[in-house]
């Protein structure tokens, strides 16, 4: 942790920042997952919604 003192005596404490990085594109394999985890998700949405509304 860093810590600076500025001119009236009164003490800062900095965290440490994290070493950074550049992200990376998605590959053709995982553009495919996140389609089919996607389409799962709405499956499972739709399905709950319908559930309620015939329940009701």
């Not at 600076?4 to 920042?17: C, P, Y």
């Not at 990376?24 to 389409?39: D, F, H, M, T, V």
């Amino acid at each position: 942790m860093t810590t600076i003192t500025d001119e009236n005596g009164i003490l800062n404490n900095f965290a440490k920042e994290p070493k950074m990085y550049y992200a990376k594109a998605p590959s053709s394999q995982e553009k495919r997952n996140y389609l089919l985890w996607g389409i799962v998700g709405l499956v499972v949405v739709t399905a709950s919604v319908w559930t309620a509304a015939v329940v009701s």
